[in-house]
């Protein structure tokens, strides 16, 4: 149940077209959910992130699309250029179990490549 | 831009060989947590601390792991005898806002191999 499943595992973009990485939670306890970036040898950093009382939020090229519902979100990215080379990992938040503290449970991540 | 740094970069041990991984969070976080990933695979939630004491830890975190915030800066992860399944990339990270939408911050990791 704590689980995040997170699709696909691998993607082939060609530079300018739209990539799109899925995820998934049962845990309705999961309250935020961040998406993070990740370059090879250096740790994940936020990328964007959205609350689930929110069906959508843009940051420039990159969007979260929210589905409470479906207990299901998304992120595209619009135009993507090489430098978007990257794994993303989907992510929930839930309160630890003292509920003194959050913590992140992650995807298994989405190895992302954009082709020029 | 403050960042959370990490020592060592990559530290190579041979089985039961007891580890410490340092951190040092950025210097006005107040939560601390530790997340490994095993190569190729998903960043694991490891332990989270909180006002001096572990707010929760996952399976992983069996007796062989501790953690330890020896004084007002480092943070650190000690693994008392090291398995070959212990090997993985090893990251701490800080967030200062006690509310869900803090940010969490990574260091670049720690490297660790078992042979």
């Known amino acids: ?116 | 831009e403050p960042e959370v740094t990490q020592t060592p970069s990559h530290q190579v041990t041979q089985m039961g060989q007891e580890v410490i991984l340092r951190c040092v969070p950025i210097s006005n976080h107040l939560y601390f947590y530790w997340y490994r990933q095993i190569l190729g695979q998903k960043v694991e939630f490891l332990v989270s601390f909180y006002n001096n004491e572990i707010s929760e830890k996952s399976e992983i975190f069996d007796d062989q792991f501790s953690v330890e915030r020896p004084d007002g800066s480092n943070f650190t992860l000690k693994i008392r005898s090291t398995k070959l399944e212990d090997s993985a990339m090893y990251f701490c990270a800080s967030r200062r806002l006690a509310g869900r939408t803090g940010e969490l911050f990574f260091g670049e990791g720690s490297r660790l191999t078992v042979l």
């Open chain 1, 1 to 116: 149940q704590q689980q995040v499943k997170q699709s696909p595992q691998s993607l082939i973009v060609q530079k300018g077209g739209i990539s799109i990485i899925n995820c998934a939670y049962e845990n309705t306890a999961f309250d935020y959910f961040p998406w993070y970036q990740q370059f090879p040898g250096k740790g994940p950093a936020l990328l964007i992130a959205i609350r689930p009382d929110v069906s959508e939020k843009k940051e420039g090229r990159f969007t979260i699309s929210f589905n409470k519902s479906a207990k299901q979100f998304s992120l595209h990215i619009m135009d993507s250029q090489p430098g978007d080379s990257a794994t993303y990992f989907c992510a929930a938040l839930s309160s630890t179990s003292g509920g003194s503290n959050y913590k992140l449970t992650f995807g298994k991540g989405t190895l992302l490549t954009v082709n020029p």
